[in-house]
């Protein structure tokens, strides 16, 4: 992997095999692409092409079957398919930022919490983190009334937004999108792009998977298309 | 990671007569980490969490903790005098009925004042002021301080035995089924104490449970377990979402485990 | 009780030597280790336990022909208690008695320690219905073995708190536990907190029997007997704001007892034996 590469994926495959119903399902097939600091990959494709899929496998959610996905981490490098839980832990603390299509939400915690809490992490102070999540809560649009508030109750779009929230609000070297302004409106969806220009701007590497043709037109360098997957075998 | 566990366990194995319970079982626990263990009833995890936390020898194998003084104890290998110690200062066991971890003719205040009085607290003001934080910290009402336990409902016993445990500011704490037999709303508020507790102190913890949601709530790492092995381990959400072993999937994808 | 005589049950003292040897065994052992818990073979008594059985055997198994006996039951002489024990040992070991501490060489007791200092040679033999401090608290008798075992005491001071929880202040007023030798916590039997203090460095032998559990502890001679306290709450004995209605004692244990068929009420020393001293020559 080049020094001012983030990520470099080499032939990655991933096939899930499902023991009890006895098939295997392939979903990725020899993909490879490598990509810059400062730049962002659309991953593109049919439904069913794996596009998710590849974002799981970068995040360490879903396991390789085969390949390796070099990491930028730490000052060193880290084969995501080979580490391990712990180390896949650090990465997600320290280096890779995710923002998948749905907020999973801990009953009874707060926007604001959530939002600041991967600040909270990597070691800022309690309150200087809530001020930095409730500016970019407001940002987003989130009237600050809800702040205080599970996003439990939040309508999907509100609820989106504290999920992008979340993932942008640290400034982490490779951030992965998986359709994160689906079910934003226009006015918030070009929010969110300024946003992930401006984390582009300061060297991110981004991974996006993109409904929307105008959001990828604005926000993309390069674009990996994946072909659909041949059907499950045997 | 050059980080070390503060609990590791080596080829553990338990069996009752002839039926074994713990098979071979290796895992570690790092500073500030839960630990899910999950499977259904039977499949040896309490067993397991009895060992881990010294109050069962196993049949072969080891369970390494490392004190807070810094020495590296061999748990079973140890005087009873010191793993008794242990047990009611730097760890923590937080029992499926809260009936089996509180004395319940005892006050409120006298259950989470004992493991500090047991630690030398000679000041009665000092032992209140200690149960009366540890009772505010689980959200109880500082009016029920000295009410006892029989008084209190599920729930809140559930989080009485929370704070009993905690009191000593304990390094890491065994949690077996702690939402067992609590309502949904209830559940969620001992998870998510257990979560906001965990990360203010930097607590260690190794949580038993069959509920996968609590598991994917809490734990950093799961363990699966079936017939006394473990069958799988790893992420928490990545055994959860791409479980890799045949048991796994079927846990994962039966409706009483949805996650 | 009138039916037994030495004969019957075989030996000077009622107990049979045998008996005897292994209840003194029993003690040497308890002395040897003061304020632990030593289980002893324990044998039927021609009266029901709740009566005095375990201090019986223990005063059995040590009266000799040239032993003075004193027994008393809440501090008197008196009382039928006393009084039917004193029978006993006079009938089966035709021993002397007497109701004056200094003379007594054994003295059986259910509540009190005689406000007479004791002196060195002399022996006190407790009637204990209850011997185990922890057992308020951790009803498991294996558990409470294993907390003596290990000196866990931490216990006693949950029990001092909810004392002061519930009455703002350690209201234990009987039975107060303490630390014996630094060692072993024990149950000093029904005698008020005020008699603790004089368990401690005591020149006097100190011998407890529990009838009903089989077990015997001691205290010997000079040791060290703390009772539990908090630092903020510190152990205190009772105090009277009057003196003995009867001979003006104002550092004696006092009862409160009913003085006619009117109701009246009087305060007056619970050792009988120092009060009439008291009002006999002054000198107590």
């Known amino acids: 992997m080049e020094r001012s590469h983030a990520v470099a994926a080499e032939k990655v495959s991933k096939t899930f095999i499902l023991h009890n ?60 398919a080979l580490a391990s839980p712990r180390e896949i832990l650090a990465l997600r603390e320290r280096t890779v930022s995710y923002v998948s299509q749905f907020l999973r939400v801990i009953p009874r915690v707060s926007a604001l919490e959530i939002v600041s809490a991967p600040l909270a992490k990597s070691g800022l102070a309690p309150g200087e983190a809530r001020e930095k999540a409730a500016a970019l809560l407001a940002r987003l649009n989130i009237p600050s009334r809800l702040f205080a508030l599970p996003p439990m109750t939040f309508s999907g779009g509100e609820r989106q937004r504290v999920n992008i929230a979340r993932g942008l609000v640290r400034e982490a070297p490779i951030i992965l999108l998986d359709e994160p302004t689906a079910s934003l409106d226009r006015a918030n969806r070009r929010i969110a792009v300024d946003l992930i220009v401006e984390a582009k701007g300061r060297g991110a590497a981004v991974v996006g998977i993109f409904h929307d043709r105008e959001v990828q037109e604005a926000l993309a360098d390069h674009v990996l298309e994946l072909p659909a997957v041949p059907c499950a075998e045997g | 990671m050059t980080e070390e566990p503060v609990l590791s366990a080596a080829g553990l194995s338990k069996s009752y007569g002839a039926v074994p ?36 020898a196993p049949d072969s194998g080891e369970v390494f903790y490392r004190a807070a003084e810094g020495s590296l104890l061999s748990l079973h290998r140890i005087p009873e005098s010191r793993r008794r110690r242990l047990a009611r200062t730097e760890l923590g066991f937080v029992f499926q009925n809260p009936e089996d971890g ?82 949904v709303s209830v559940q969620a508020r001992v998870l998510d104490l257990i979560r906001g507790l965990s990360a203010e102190f930097g607590l260690s913890a190794v949580l038993v449970t069959h509920d996968l949601m609590a598991a994917r709530l809490l734990s950093h790492r799961l363990l699966v377990m079936k017939d006394g092995r473990a069958v799988e381990s790893g992420l928490t959400d990545q055994v959860l979402d791409d479980p890799q072993e045949p048991y796994t999937q079927l846990l994962v994808s039966s409706i009483l485990g949805e996650a | 009780m009138d039916k037994v005589n030495a004969a019957d049950a075989g030996g000077f003292a009622f107990l049979g030597e045998d008996t005897k040897k292994r209840v003194r065994r029993a003690l040497l052992k308890a ?22 059985t375990g201090g019986i055997q223990v005063t059995a198994s040590l009266i000799g022909p040239g032993d003075v ?16 024990i004193r029978k006993f040992f006079r009938r089966t070991a035709d021993a002397r008695v007497t109701e004056r501490t200094e003379e007594a060489t054994i003295i059986q007791t259910r509540h009190r320690i005689p406000e007479t200092p004791l002196r060195a040679g002399q022996i006190m033999v407790y009637q204990v219905p209850i011997p185990e401090p922890l057992r308020f608290l951790e009803p498991k008798a294996g558990e409470n073995l294993m907390m003596h075992a290990l000196g866990e005491y931490g216990l006693l001071y949950v029990k001092l708190y909810e004392d002061i929880v519930r009455h703002g202040e350690i209201a234990q007023s009987y039975d107060y536990p303490a630390l014996v030798n630094g ?99 002054g000198e107590a």
């Not at chain 2, 079982?25 to 060992?51: A, D, F, H, N, R």
């Not at chain 3, 002395?31 to 005095?52: K, S």
């Not at chain 3, 809440?74 to 039928?80: E, I, K, S, V």
């Open chain 3, 183 to 281: 060692r072993h916590a024990m149950s000093p039997s029904p005698i008020p907190r005020f008699d603790n203090p004089k368990l401690h460095m005591s020149e006097a032998l100190h011998l407890f029997g529990a009838g009903r559990e089989k077990r015997v502890y001691a205290v010997p001679p000079h040791t060290e007997v703390k009772s539990y306290d908090f630092s903020d709450y510190p152990f205190k004995v009772q105090e009277w704001d009057r003196a003995c209605a009867l001979c003006g004692s104002r550092d004696s244990f006092l009862d409160e007892v009913v003085s006619d068929d009117l109701g009246g009420r009087m305060f007056v020393c619970s050792d009988s034996d120092h009060c009439r001293r008291k009002r006999e020559g």
């Open chain 2, 102 to 183: 509180l004395r319940m003719k005892i006050s409120a205040g006298g259950n989470i004042a004992e493991r500090p009085l047991a630690s030398g607290l000679r000041s009665f003001a000092e032992a209140r002021a200690a149960a009366l934080r540890w009772l505010e910290k689980v959200e109880l009402p500082a009016d029920r301080l000295d009410d006892r336990p029989e008084e209190y409902s599920g729930g809140m016993r559930a989080r009485l035995q929370l704070a009993k445990n905690l009191a000593t500011s304990p390094r890491a704490v065994f949690l077996d089924e702690p939402t067992a037999g609590l309502d």
């Open chain 3, 69 to 84: 006996l004193k027994v008393i039951d809440q501090g008197a002489d008196d009382t039928t208690n006393a009084v039917s």
């Open chain 1, 21 to 80: 119903l006895r098939s295997r399902i392939p979903a990725l097939r020899d993909v490879s692409f490598a990509l810059p600091f400062g730049e962002c990959l659309a991953v593109s494709g049919p439904s069913g092409a794996g596009k998710s899929t590849l974002l799981r496998c970068l995040y360490g959610n879903c396991l390789a079957s085969s390949g390796s996905i070099l990491v930028s981490h730490l000052g060193g490098i880290l084969d995501v």
């Open chain 3, 31 to 52: 002395v040897a280790i003061p304020g632990h818990q030593v289980p002893f073979p324990g044998r039927e008594m021609p009266m029901p336990y709740g009566w005095g």
């Open chain 2, 21 to 56: 319970a713990v098979r071979d079982v290796s895992l570690e626990l790092y500073p500030s980490e839960i630990l899910g263990v999950v499977g259904e009833s039977g499949s040896g995890k309490t067993t397991l969490l009895k060992i881990l936390a010294g109050h069962l």
